[in-house]
């Protein structure tokens, strides 16, 4: 295999991402189950934001955002069953990302924290988990983080 991987992106055009850059989603990410291999795509003006790039699909693609950038008490219950698949051999092998809805107003950008992204940072291989706590929900406010008290996100009306 080489070790850059070009595919075309809709919006972005010919893509060209590091082999190891390339996520395996065995079950697809929910609602885009058929949709295996994204790229994940790291632009330095757009940091803490990743691009999430389908290499299956050209249409199909994310924000997604490591949520303790912004929220560091973010740590929600994860058992053997939303890992299963992931086969981490260490806790220090699993990466949490979240996908972030963008809008025009700032106001109204929001990260899903009730349905993380696992990544098994050696395997690259990944899966959406939907949290059954109530502890967050989908729709957390970027711009709301300093009304939160000790690290809890706060819910975007």
Request: hydrophobic letters at 40%; glycine letters at 6%; aromatic letters at 8%.
């Amino acid at each position: 295999m080489s070790d850059r991987v070009t595919f075309t992106n809709a919006k972005f055009g010919e893509v060209t991402v590091e082999a190891t850059s390339i996520l395996t989603f065995p079950e697809g990410v929910p609602g885009f189950e058929r949709l295996k291999r994204y790229g994940l795509v790291q632009v330095d003006e757009e940091a803490p934001f990743l691009r999430l790039l389908s290499l299956d699909e050209p249409a199909v693609a994310f924000v997604i955002l490591n949520p303790t950038s912004i929220w560091p008490d973010y740590k929600p219950k994860l058992g053997d069953d939303e890992l299963q698949g992931l086969e981490l051999a260490s806790d220090e092998d699993l990466e949490l990302f979240c996908i972030v809805t963008l809008s025009s107003d700032p106001q109204h950008v929001t990260a899903n924290l009730k349905g993380p992204i696992a990544i098994n940072t050696v395997s690259m291989q990944a899966r959406q988990i939907i949290l059954v706590d109530d502890t967050y929900n989908t729709k957390h406010s970027l711009l709301d983080v300093s009304k939160q008290k000790q690290g809890a996100p706060v819910e975007s009306r």
